[in-house]
C-alpha cells in the first residue's frame, strides 16, 4: 500500500519520520495555496489515516493553548508484530 500520494504528501511523511517531527502543515502554506488550506487539511487528514492502517502509528502534540496552528507530528513505523 503506498502511503503518500503525491509530493506534498511524501514531503509531509518525510518530516512526519523525522526526529523533529513537523508543525501542523496546512496552516504553514502561503500565496495562493493558502486558498486551498481546507483540501490539504483534509489532504493530511487522509494521509495520516493510511499511516495508520499501515502500522504508523502518529502521535500529536498540541500547540500553545491547545492550538492546531502550532501542534506538532511526530510518527514512528510499529510493526504488526511489537518489535
Known amino acids: ?3 503518500a500520494r503525491g509530493v506534498w504528501q511524501r514531503q509531509i511523511l518525510d518530516a512526519l519520520l523525522s526526529e523533529e517531527g513537523i508543525t501542523s502543515p496546512y496552516n504553514r ?7 486551498f ?5 483534509i ?3 487522509n494521509l495520516l489515516e ?3 492502517k499501515a502500522g504508523y502509528k502518529t502521535k500529536r502534540t498540541p500547540g500553545k493553548r491547545g ?5 506538532i507530528y511526530k510518527s514512528k513505523y ?3 508484530n511489537g518489535v
Open 1 to 3: 500500500m503506498k502511503v
Open 29 to 35: 502554506l502561503k500565496g495562493k495555496a493558502k486558498k
Open 37 to 41: 488550506q481546507n483540501r490539504y487539511r
Open 43 to 45: 489532504s493530511f487528514e
Open 50 to 52: 493510511r499511516m495508520d
Open 67 to 71: 492550538g492546531e496552528p502550532t501542534a
Open 78 to 80: 510499529q510493526s504488526q
